[in-house]
């Protein structure tokens, strides 16, 4: 093999591992815009998850402090 033939051997061998490098790259890209975007979407969800606990956290709070105003005016029942 001639110096010239080694030259282009090796010349396509570095053209195919960067082809392959940038193949890879778009790919690893597309994904992670496609992660991003579903973080987006799970973020929005868990926004409006906290809001509607915090709801119920505070319809339960006050429909306690209801009942606890019966329980003054109504005496338990006597345990058996």
């Not at 010239?4 to 570095?14: C, N, P, V």
């Not at 490098?21 to 992670?32: A, T």
């Not at 509607?52 to 345990?79: F, M, T, W, Y």
Request: no cysteine.
């Amino acid at each position: 093999m001639t110096l010239t033939t080694q030259t282009q051997s090796d010349r396509k061998i570095l053209e195919e591992r960067i082809d392959a490098l940038e193949s890879r790259n778009l790919f690893q890209d597309d994904v992670i815009e496609q992660l991003s975007e579903e973080l987006a979407v799970h973020q929005t969800q868990l926004s409006e998850l906290k809001a509607q606990i915090q709801l119920v956290a505070n319809r339960l709070k006050d429909a306690g402090s209801l009942s606890s105003g019966k329980d003054d005016v109504e005496p338990p029942p006597p345990h058996y």
